[in-house]
């Protein structure tokens, strides 16, 4: 599969590492503003070509997906630019600024037959694929209660992207997302939100906390910040016991079934190499196969977190 | 000085024996609506009299505070009784129903010049004593964020009081109450709520959690369940790092500050004897002082967690 990368940040480099541990990942072309930029990206990473621009890649016949990991104020624009030029994306998370702009993305994909996943890595980790298995078996249970935070303390800085409200800055889009999508496995759609949240002196949300609210009565409770600290942990709570993820809760590297009696199993789980691999083969499997998305982190899953994000903001204004 | 109880349950059996553990404590009335039940607590407890009502309780010349053990629909009714009798009161926590049952209670012991307090016995525990301490001294630096729960999983059962909605059970009023008041210990006053929660069958809630928003954009995010297992820990974030509480939270043996690099410092503190007798000396000391009400435990503070309890309930439905 040969692959194009629109952005050359830290988030881009990771996933180009990733892309070089791939087996059959072939590192095509990188696109960014400047063709000095992307060149020295090429160079770094290993890539064939270097575009100047987004319009180039996406014009370049000899890429087939392109990983867009631009800010995410601009994912739904870069999406449906590759998606118009016949390529499949995966585009990192947030996905969109909002449900609206997700939508318009997955109709792009679904109009042009192509595939189209958002970037949700954490879902394709050794500690998650487990996790997915231990629920599915009912290991803990009927799962009633989820809990999940991630946040760290940055001091204020307007200059810095989480910071700045025209870049979709913010906690709960970069962080909250995570927590989210780990409601949202384990106990589906939320059918009502409370939140509240701090907005800070450069207009984004430093801190936010929401309970979700499922039919039949399950709840999750998610915390997102850029300016607390949080342990970044996860717990699911069932009838038969509990599941633990230690921090960082998106990527761990093991999980521990803890029973009603405080008896606590750990299962190792490290993460080989770099984990944003993991994804990688999904996307591979999935246009080899010529299915248009994913079982593992749907389209319908990606408008539903969406969603509850769009509710949460809602509601901290 | 010299103790009346009302009601026989296992709170007050407790508080009976905290009674007994504490100097200058006086176990000279108890009273339950027979007087069969009452005379078996009494032999039981050491205690010099039992009478068959409230009013009789309330009538005894030999009494001086009244210790209000009965469910938490009749607290307002039963203190209003005991203080128009000229009794000082410590109530049980839920210290009312509403605030504005709370209200009249204050009104009630001020008009009267009575002390009255709340029976938030985790406040006068070792290890919360260290807690303010550490807090005044800045030891975490300015706390944003305080997490607390306290939650476990009973089977669902119409005749036991916690899911009696009669007698005022659910989790927020008996269990919320305790991570309510530490968000308020540390936080003060919150000025917006954020809640979701779970009706059961039996019209009551079994499963909470809020986000409490207070000036200055600081976060409190609480939770409580009578069916589903929680932590029952807490935990408060600083600029500089965090206090955590283990299990129990509403009744530590130790509490442990960790830095902002992880460094882990435990604090043992365990409690002596019978925890519930912690909150005697302050009453004894109080009522010696001619104070009508407590420092650690003010009536503002108990009115204003009475006043956030409300607010989530009429976020719940």
Redesign the interface.
Known sequence: MRWGIAATGAIAAGFATGLAETEGAERAAVASRTTERAQAFADEHGFARAHGSYEALAEDPEVDVVYVASPQNRHCDDTLLFLEAGKHVLCEKPFAMNRAEGERMVAAARDRGLFLMEAMWSRFLPAYVTLRELLAEGRIGEV??V?ADFGF?LPVDPTHRLFDPALGGGALLDLGVYPVQLARLALGPPD?????????STGVD??V?????HPG???A?V?A?I?????CTA?L???E??IELPAMMHCPNSLSVVS?FGERDELVRPIEGQGLRYQVDEVHACIADGRLESDVMPQAETLGILETLDAIRH?IG
């Open positions: 009633n209660l809990e303390a009502r939100v409370g939140a509240s949240g701090h907005i800070g430093e801190a906390a929401a309970v979700l609210h009565g399950t709840l409770v915390k910040a300016t607390m600290r949080m342990t717990r709570a069932g009838t016991g509990s009603p509601q």
